[in-house]
């Protein structure tokens, strides 16, 4: 459901304890759903009906909408030990998205010294990064302890981990993180035994603060791993990301991936969300870039004047010779941008896929010209239309520029997401439209520049 | 590195036993990206030479290319023992993708009775449903255990189990689901109580073998699980799907639809390892069809011919006023896929989203009707190109076919997904290029129409 659309059909609200004591027993996630439905202000009035931990729960989980509004709407004491019973990740990732400076620092004002401490260094990290995703909730033992006391540790603070399935085992000296161990491993292993005879002697997998969180679900995906521990340059464990984390993470990344690809900026909020001229602002930028773009197209056609006033048939053929420019360009364009994504190229692959896309494209150009070569005689040998008596050199030149168009298009669109890289711009942004307007003004160019070559002297 | 590209350049090969030594220790993923640089025999005799549970773990992973060429190359009697000491959903998923029927058949006829049987079941279901990906390797308990026994059971078999951080609680007459626990909360349980009571008493999240793949990856994100079972009709467990299954299945999907989105069919290969002539006929298909489609443009400009030749002007803005049209449709297009698939929006919604993209489109329209307004009367005032004495109704020709086409762009592109949803398609299939397409055609005759008004008695 939609705040910005069913504002104007009224939800019957339940007296909130009625809706607490009956959403009691629901999973968590269920009853984000329903609160999704309601106005912050009675989500915060449900909230305070229920069990504390319950709460907490709730507001632990991402997919809950205007969660700063939520705590706004509380009793300040509530607010704040709610607050602190939540995973630091969580609290960081409200405090940077949903709070203003002011609302943020009534909060901070009165949390206990630990959150406040783990809270600033959350927030100190860029966005997007593992450091701001991460969790401070994590259990690490020193290495000079055994099975059985890692395990009575892991009963006794289970409920305040986010994850106790993997156990960082420190350097009992400096505390540098030596070993990651899987609960699983550990449940079975030799109580008397240390700690680390669980699991294997080499370093473990970890992440700088700074790493992308799409480098980090990489990494979670390769090793199947359940967290990833971030640690600084001396490898101290600052916190861990969880597979929840990355989860989200790699569903938020799509999305803004798949919207980029349409030709604007990621929205950043639930379609039927966000507000009326927030989503103008995101789609406009776009589409008057590649208007003023396009125009060049206006010069183009201005330029070959001449030769539109004496050969109007060839104005009938300029939108479908653009267009499979502008097709077989974007269909390059996303097939290396996922290609990049994966990793399965580099930078410096790019030759080798300019290597491969020159061939494609002239064989996929080959295929659409003879398409376009045929369409031309079969519509003047049927009597749909006379192209005059000069139809067999049409027909050639539409069957060459579709042949030209779709080669160029196929190697641009293909270059595109890597030049985008090297300037340091998310490959993704190099979209379907994007490639379609560069494709359009230089197809314009080699469309007359054929249609010159085979013409003249006859339409030319 | 890439198999089509690097077969020109040969790769050194080690002796596979000095590789293998070198390996043991490396973690199994990169073994896989070891392994994938190599030929298949090659790589074999390199497994022939790992101890037989790494040598298990590699043939495990997803990533490794070519196992059933690897499983070919291994002797028999030493293929068929590493098969059984894989996870089911893996051999599965090779048997299905990578053996040919005889293949198949010659590892079968060897495998015991137990593998057999789990392959059977897996393989009848269809590919991409919960049945193709959930694995059988799982733990569960009857509900009059105690958490001592459980914890005692889940010790025993935790080497031969994908996951043991979930535990299934049965029935014990009817050994149906009813509930699942988390060992985290197992191992922090009284030991003499019975198993069920260290989780809720609700009923458990679970799929049918036949849910898709993307709505289990969805219940996994949003119930935060490790692991969803898969359940009959009559509640008995067939298997479970794991958050690692979840996550590649989520990457695939994501390289499907970018691929779509760009207007072709998904690969369903790596780029680098496609073969040329696949790559072609991946991309031909909807380039051919779309050209077909494009046709269209070229009968619509016959049609309006006669203007054509009275104000050869209007030819110029033709790219322009076309490809505006394409762009915002294709932003559109993207927001609604995406939210599509957050289920963010159901096909129901259809009408919503309509009353909301056509205010949308009217407000982007203005803007770029704006824009291509000022773009006429510059060039005339600037004197770069003279329009004719009519200059003034050429640029309100060129504003309000933006505006037309614009809003109608957005319109087409946000109902398309719904439409293809509800015959029956992916709505990724409403690629940029088909929107483009589609709106191609109408905003031609919406150009000449709105052209025939403004301009007639003057320039027509």
New interface residues.
């Given amino acids: 459901m ?1 705040a ?2 069913t504002e104007v059909l009224p939800t019957i609200d339940l007296p909130a304890g009625i809706l607490a004591a009956t959403l009691a ?1 629901t ?1 968590v ?1 269920d009853i984000v759903e329903t609160l999704n439905e309601h106005a912050p202000a009675y989500a915060a009035e449900v909230l305070l009906n229920l069990p504390g931990g319950r709460a907490v729960d709730v507001l632990d989980q991402p ?1 809950l909408n205007e969660p700063g509004a939520i705590l706004k709407a509380l009793p300040l004491d509530r607010a704040v030990s709610l607050i602190q019973g939540m995973s630091s990740d969580r609290i960081a990732d409200i405090f940077r998205n949903d709070l203003s400076e002011p609302e943020r620092h009534r909060f901070v004002a009165r949390l206990d010294r630990e959150t406040k401490a783990a809270l600033a260094s959350l927030l100190a990290y860029p966005e997007h990064s593992a450091g701001a995703i991460m969790t401070t909730e994590f259990v690490s033992v020193p290495a000079d302890w055994t099975v059985a006391q890692t ?1 009575e540790h ?2 006794t603070v ?2 305040t981990r986010e ?3 993997a156990i960082y085992v420190l350097d009992p000296a400096t505390g540098t993180l030596q070993q990651a161990v899987a ?3 550990l ?2 292993g030799e109580s008397d035994a240390l700690v680390g005879s669980a699991a ?1 002697r ?1 370093d473990p ?1 970890s992440v700088s603060p700074l790493t992308d969180r799409e480098d980090v ?1 990489r990494l ?5 791993l ?1 967290a990833v521990p971030v640690v600084d340059e001396s490898r101290l464990i600052l916190g861990i990301v969880t ?2 984390d ?3 993470a ?2 938020d990344e ?2 803004e ?3 980029k ?4 900026e990621a ?1 950043g909020e ?3 969300q966000i507000g ?1 001229f927030k ?2 602002r995101k ?2 930028g ?3 870039i ?3 773009g ?2 060049l ?2 010069s183009v ?2 330029h070959y ?1 001449g030769a ?2 004496k050969a ?1 048939v060839l ?6 010779i ?3 420019g ?3 360009g ?10 990049l994504a ?1 990793r ?2 580099n930078l410096r ?1 790019w030759w ?1 896929v300019a ?2 896309e020159v ?2 494209g002239l ?2 150009g080959a ?2 010209g003879a ?2 070569f045929v ?1 031309v005689v079969a519509w003047q040998k049927l009597g749909f ?1 006379d192209y005059g008596e000069h139809w067999p050199l049409v027909a050639a030149t539409v069957g060459a520029a ?1 042949l030209g168009i ?1 080669t160029f298009g196929s190697l641009t669109g293909s270059m595109l997401p890597f030049i985008m890289t090297r300037l340091g711009f998310d490959p993704a942004s190099a ?3 994007f490639v ?2 560069l494709v ?1 003004v230089s197809g ?1 160019a080699i469309y007359f520049s054929i249609a010159l070559m085979i013409l003249s002297g006859t339409l030319l």
């Avoid at 690809?261 to 604007?264: A, K, T, Y």
């Avoid at 104005?315 to 479908?320: D, S, V």
């Fill in positions: 939609n910005a659309i027993r999973h996630a997919e395990l892991v009963r289970e409920r994850t106790v399935y609960l699983r491993r449940i079975s294997a080499r997998i679900a979670i995906a390769k090793y199947n359940l597979v929840d990355v989860i989200d790699m569903v799509t999305t991936d798949v919207q690809l349409g030709g604007m929205l639930p379609y039927n009326f989503m103008i789609r406009a776009w589409l008057s590649l208007l003023v396009e125009m197209t206006a056609l201005q004047e539109l006033e109007i104005t009938l053929f300029i939108p479908l653009m267009s499979s502008g097709n077989s974007s269909q390059a364009t996303s097939l290396i941008i996922r290609a994966l399965e190229l692959d080798r290597l491969r061939p494609t064989t996929l295929i659409l398409i376009g369409r239309y579709l779709v979209s379907a439209p379609a307007t359009d314009l």
